[in-house]
């Protein structure tokens, strides 16, 4: 930028948002009993599919995808509560993710 627009604008600084924890937040508000182990299987699940699946714009695998997979979760331990919360998240993947391919 030229001088001018320089001095119009101040710096700031950007962070990448910890996944890990926002996913473990909204999972323990949804009555998850161990979200810290299942956000970071979670996550590191969205980031392998990042890395390794293709790279097409309309495939998410960033916070808007984690947040439904939560959000799908959440609605499945409201609706079977004799599951295991580890099989809610399975299946809680399974059908947030599915449609897309």
Do not use: W
Request: charged letters at 20%.
């Amino acid at each position: 930028l030229p001088d001018n627009l320089k001095a119009l604008f101040r710096p700031c600084a950007m962070m990448v948002p910890d996944y890990a924890l926002i996913a473990e937040i909204s999972l323990f508000s949804f009555g998850f009993h161990n979200p810290k182990n299942l956000a970071g299987k979670m996550v590191v699940t969205f980031r392998l599919c990042s890395e390794q699946l293709s790279t097409q714009d309309h495939y998410d695998y960033g916070m808007r995808a984690v947040k439904s997979v939560i959000t799908a979760a959440g609605n499945l331990k409201a609706a079977r509560t004799t599951d295991t919360d580890a099989v809610l998240i399975l299946r809680a993947l399974r059908d947030v993710n599915v449609p897309k391919f």
